[in-house]
């Protein structure tokens, strides 16, 4: 199994801040890395697909890069309504995982 | 615009089997670009991929919970179905359904969009 570890767990963050969340794997998974966002008490929405490919609808103020191991999801000048967890997911293998999340939270 | 939505009983048994399904709108559950998948998350925890199946019945289940689980698709009704068996407290949490784009390649599994609104199974006698 791929386990993704995603740093830090939790970021309070000033509006207008710039937020960087990191995911790591455990092996290559190539760019087979997407990035949701779950906002409390809704269902996750997709962020980023293929490490940095991005959503139609999806504020330009997020971004992703990274191959191989090594991702990051960046949030360029922080809004209130971003406050939400972040999740990574692999779909390199056939089993597929999500990092556990990192909570940004709005100061 | 592609809705998914799940259903089933909110309260199940130890024990017993839990049975959901998610019915699929605004969009054709037989097409070859998709699959469908179930993801939980357990309260205040992350998630955790179940299963996913393809139109044609093909399957790939999380090897954890695979003696367990079973996954279904009735393309005549719109819907694909997840049934979890023996289940324990370890087991509540809010079921998701979701659509996966296809991919070539390694693997046929993909990122999940969109994601219906999740429902709360709680195992509790």
């Known amino acids: 199994e791929i386990v993704l570890t995603q740093s830090p767990d939790f970021q309070s963050v000033t509006p207008k801040e710039k937020v960087t969340i990191t995911c790591r794997a455990s092996q290559s998974i190539g760019s087979f890395l997407h990035w949701y966002q779950q906002k409390p008490d809704q269902s996750p929405k997709l962020l980023i697909k293929?490490?940095?490919q991005s959503i139609s609808g999806v504020p330009s103020r997020f971004s992703g890069s990274g191959s191989g191991t090594d991702f990051t999801l960046t949030i360029n000048s922080l809004e209130a309504e971003d406050a939400a967890t972040y999740y990574c997911h692999q779909s390199s293998s056939l089993s597929l995982t999500f990092g556990g999340g990192t909570k940004v939270e709005i100061k | 615009q592609l809705q998914l939505q799940e259903s089933g009983p909110g309260l199940v048994k130890p024990s017993e089997t839990l049975s959901l399904t998610c019915t699929v709108s605004?969009?054709?559950?037989?097409?070859?670009?998709?699959?469908w998948g179930w993801i939980r998350q357990p309260p205040g925890k992350g998630l955790e991929w179940i299963g996913s199946?393809?139109?044609?019945?093909?399957?790939y289940y999380n090897p954890s919970l695979k003696s367990r689980v079973t996954i279904s698709v009735d393309t005549s009704k719109h819907q694909f179905s997840l049934k979890l068996s023996s289940v324990t407290a370890a087991d509540t949490a809010v079921y998701y359904c979701?659509?996966?784009?296809?991919?070539?390649?390694?693997?046929?599994?993909?990122?999940?969009?969109?994601w219906g609104q999740g429902t709360l199974v709680t195992v509790s006698s």
């Open positions: 293929y490490a940095s």
């Open positions: 199946i393809y139109y044609s019945g093909s399957t």
């Open positions: 605004g969009g054709s559950i037989s097409s070859s670009n998709y699959y």
């Open positions: 979701a659509r996966q784009r296809a991919a070539a390649g390694s693997s046929p599994l993909n990122y999940f969009d969109p």
